[in-house]
């Protein structure tokens, strides 16, 4: 069954870093963009970060400098390494397939 399952959210203080991993299961993944979209609490979903299969990255302003996307093409597993974290970054995180696949999210929490 195709499935996208994220991992690696937690409580994090400002300042601190994390990386977020999204376990691929199908293979249709392989041959459609992907990357990460947050969701905060009362806002709409939004755009962290996306890799196409050729490796061109795009990022959102709001992670630019503190974000990357990486792509383990062997596994397709898209990873998401947030340095630098803001209180303005707690949201649950989601990943992404340009074949309009979604994860069940996992929840960011930056606080101290």
């Known amino acids: 069954q195709a499935q996208l399952v994220e991992s690696g959210g937690g409580l994090v203080q400002p300042g601190g870093s994390l990386r977020l991993s999204c376990v691929v299961s199908?293979?249709?993944?392989?041959?459609?963009?992907m990357g990460w979209y947050r969701q905060a609490p009362g806002k709409q979903r939004e755009l962290v970060a996306t890799?196409?299969?050729?490796?061109?990255?795009n990022y959102a302003e709001a992670g630019k400098g503190r974000v990357t996307i990486y792509r383990d093409y062997a596994k397709n597993t898209p990873y998401l390494q947030i340095n630098s974290l803001k209180v303005e970054d707690t949201a649950v995180y989601y990943c992404?397939?340009?074949?309009?696949?979604w994860g069940q999210g996992t929840q960011v929490t930056v606080s101290s």
């Open positions: 992404y397939s340009g074949i309009n696949f």
């Open positions: 890799i196409t299969p050729r490796g061109t990255k």
């Open positions: 199908g293979s249709i993944f392989s041959i459609y963009i």
